[in-house]
């Protein structure tokens, strides 16, 4: 049955910009007359060499292409868009199909292939497709964006890297609340806008609330909203993120954080999709997909009584983990020239140059604030030495570790069987010792928020021996 019958569909359509190439009027029309009521804007040529023509004045999210065509086939169009890197997703629609012409056409390049006669809601389902494909990986639309304005950009091509974009691909157009898992400085945050990018929400907003800046009485003011005399300083009543996100997707950063009172009431909107306004007896309808984050193991914390078991099933219905820099190294080279040129355009200078030795002390370093640890190493080096070639012993004083953190060969040994929590005891002591007992350069440094920092603290005891400097740094206010 055709679900639009009811007025609802699975998926809705994410808008784009359309070229639709067919030497045969009557089939060009029917197909830009199906992607136009899915609600794309369409334009329509007869020959791939008009569509080359038009693609030098006008950018399109997605190119619909017949397979058999007078002049320059399907194919040949395709490897022609590819050559001048036009950045449109590709879809091959032929009548003679075969997998050498199938294969053919994709190694070079293009999404998909379907293969005439079709529905149109395979027309649809596929363009749509390609579009958040081409979104995520090419970044060609503003959806997402966060408060710097900028699209969510994911570099690299490793393994791990390819393997989340591919899942992204997958979860997105749910409505499933999402559990985003990884180190701090990963760039979670990163991975839940491509998500909402991806969505069928990316034309709402994106509503973010860092859990570790609110006290639990802020956090639920935060959260749900409060009217007028709620408690004391309530003046004026306020909307919450969960009606400011209505629409749209609302993300739960370093989730772990929530109090657990306020856990409680959390599941409950998680669950029944309702809430009330602190204060407020009227019961609104939570219209928003969850993205949460978090930098520790949530199995852990649950079995420790810290999280909810029950919240914890609610956001993890699909996990994504975000692999740490050091498992990714191969992406380095790309992050670096990324960051450099991000930094030039900002500084209004001309992009700052690493020496060879020193691009391979950032691919062999060990990176324990990861992606965060990266960007600040090469801003600081495109603010302090953008006229000349930066050395690698200029920039090893500033890495976490010194000069011990040169080369793969002087990483410090990792005990066997050590503990996670141990390790991250060690980590956590030993930058806090580098920064000499200063708390908001440790936190900094380790991509931690200060509150999680100093919660760290306290559960360590805090009592190091033989560094009574770490002491000092428990007792005084970072």
């Known amino acids: 049955m055709n679900n639009k019958i009811l007025g609802q569909t699975a998926t809705t359509p994410l808008a784009g910009r359309v070229l639709v190439?067919?030497?045969?009027?009557?089939?060009?029309?029917?197909?830009a007359d199906v992607l136009r009521q899915s609600g794309h804007t369409v334009d329509c040529c007869s020959s791939a060499i008009e569509a080359l023509q038009i693609l030098q004045r006008q950018s399109y999210d997605c190119i619909v292409t017949d397979l058999k065509m007078p002049g320059m086939n399907g194919v040949e169009f395709i490897i022609e868009i590819q050559q001048r890197r036009y950045g449109a997703q590709t879809v091959m629609v032929t009548a003679h199909a075969?997998?050498?012409s199938a294969v053919e056409a994709m190694r070079h390049g293009a999404f998909d292939y379907i293969e005439k006669p079709f529905d149109a809601d395979q027309l649809e389902q596929l363009v749509d497709q390609a579009i958040r494909h081409g979104r995520l990986l090419h970044n060609?639309?503003?959806?997402?964006?966060?408060?710097?304005g900028e699209p969510p950009v994911m570099i690299g091509r490793s393994p791990q890297i390819e393997a989340l974009r591919v899942k992204i691909l997958q979860v997105a157009p749910t409505l499933e609340t999402i559990l985003i898992t990884g180190e701090s400085g990963t760039g979670k945050e990163l991975v839940a806008r491509a998500v909402h990018a991806a969505s069928n929400r990316a034309a709402g907003p994106m509503?973010?609330?860092?859990?570790?800046?609110?006290?639990a009485h802020l956090m639920e003011s935060e959260l749900f909203g409060h009217e007028k005399g709620a408690f004391t300083g309530a003046d004026t009543p306020r909307a919450g993120r969960f009606e400011l996100a209505a629409g749209g997707s609302l993300l739960l950063d370093e989730v772990t954080e929530i109090d657990q009172a306020l856990q409680a009431k959390l599941l409950r909107v998680l669950q029944e999709k309702t809430f009330e306004?602190?204060?407020?007896?009227?019961?609104?309808?939570?219209?928003v997909r969850v993205l949460a984050t978090?930098?520790?193991?949530?199995?852990c914390e649950v079995k420790a009584g810290r999280f909810r078991h029950d919240l914890y099933y609610r956001l993890a219905v699909v996990p994504l983990w975000v692999p740490p820099l050091r498992e990714r190294c191969g992406d380095v080279p790309a992050l670096v020239d990324y960051f450099l040129n991000r930094c030039a355009a900002r500084l209004d200078r001309d992009v700052c140059r690493l020496q060879p030795d020193a691009?391979?002390?950032?691919?062999?370093?060990?990176?324990?604030?990861n992606v965060r640890e990266l960007e600040n190493i090469v801003t600081r080096a495109s603010v302090l030495y953008g006229g000349n070639p930066v050395r690698a012993d200029e920039l090893r004083r500033w890495l976490i570790g010194g000069e011990e953190s040169g080369s793969a060969?002087?990483?410090?040994?990792?005990?066997?069987?050590?503990?996670?929590e141990e390790m991250e005891r060690k980590l956590i002591e030993a930058t806090l010792e580098h920064f000499d007992g200063h708390r908001a350069r440790t936190a900094q440094a380790l991509g931690i928020g200060l509150r999680t920092l100093s919660g760290k603290l306290r559960q360590y005891g805090y009592a190091p021996r033989e560094k009574p400097l770490l002491k000092t740094a428990h007792t005084v206010n970072g």
Not at 23 to 31: F, G, K, P, T, V
Not at 359 to 369: A, E, I, Q, S, Y
């Open 21 to 31: 190439v067919d030497d045969h009027l009557q089939a060009r029309e029917s197909m």
């Open 98 to 100: 075969s997998v050498s």
């Open 140 to 148: 060609g639309s503003g959806d997402g964006r966060g408060d710097d």
């Open 207 to 215: 509503i973010s609330v860092n859990c570790p800046a609110l006290s």
């Open 277 to 287: 306004r602190v204060g407020s007896s009227q019961t609104m309808r939570a219209n």
């Open 294 to 299: 978090t930098n520790r193991d949530l199995l």
């Open 359 to 369: 691009l391979d002390l950032l691919v062999h370093h060990h990176w324990p604030g």
């Open 409 to 420: 060969a002087a990483q410090p040994e990792v005990p066997v069987g050590i503990s996670l």
